[in-house]
């Protein structure tokens, strides 16, 4: 497993979690309440602006955390070009674009331990009912920390595909992409039960 955090030390290293969060979600209601397609741009530029703040290190890590975006930006412009709507496209993926990027932005700067702490917090009350919040606590941090190992193993696949046949792999790689997960679920589930598990 990795860190997502980024190596760059920035001035949002040292803020506190818990206002951060609460600041993307602040932002992601925002974006959500407006519906203009020129603000959401102009929303945009901004967050461009805060990758590009800390310098250019930090901008072209935020950028390569993001690329991952492109199909979904081609699938929802393609649909509305079809459907002669390409504003309202271009809305949606300026949209997506910044609140992806915003949390990025927040994952980048913030150690997972201390994102774990704000959840820690506010399952508190829930705990004290005997809800497991223990167990919320470590899926958020497994899904957090295993979403880009996984990516990158669908890439090295991918490459291994093309290694070997001229064709494209598309479906044919799904089979062993769960099969690689599978077994990673199961490495980290018998390593949990060699610490105590849940």
């Known amino acids: 497993m990795i860190s997502l955090t980024s190596p760059v030390e920035t001035a949002a290293h040292r803020w506190s979690a818990g206002p951060k969060l ?7 209601v925002v974006l959500f309440a407006v519906g203009s397609t020129v603000w959401q741009l102009v929303f945009l530029m901004l967050t461009a602006f805060l990758y590009l703040l800390p310098g250019r290190v930090f ?10 975006l492109w199909p979904f930006v081609a699938l ?11 504003s309202g496209g271009a809305l949606i993926v300026f949209r997506m674009l910044t609140a992806v990027a ?7 700067t913030t150690r997972l331990s201390d994102m774990m702490g704000v959840v820690r917090w506010l399952l508190m009350p829930l705990a004290r009912l005997g809800f497991p919040a223990r167990r919320v606590e470590m899926a958020l941090a497994l899904v957090i920390r295993f979403t880009p190992v996984l990516a990158d193993k669908g890439k ?5 595909w093309r290694a070997r046949s001229p064709k494209r792999p598309g ?11 599978i077994d990673d679920a199961e490495h980290v589930a018998e390593a949990l039960r060699a610490r105590g598990g849940l």
């Open 22 to 28: 609460a600041l993307l979600c602040g932002a992601t």
């Open 59 to 68: 901008a072209l890590s935020g950028a390569r955390r993001l690329w991952g």
């Open 76 to 86: 929802i412009l393609l649909w509305h070009a079809v459907t002669r709507d390409l």
């Open 156 to 160: 090295m696949l991918m490459l291994a």
């Open 102 to 108: 915003l949390a990025n932005l927040v994952t980048m």
């Open 171 to 181: 479906w044919r790689i799904l089979i062993p992409f769960a099969v690689l997960a």
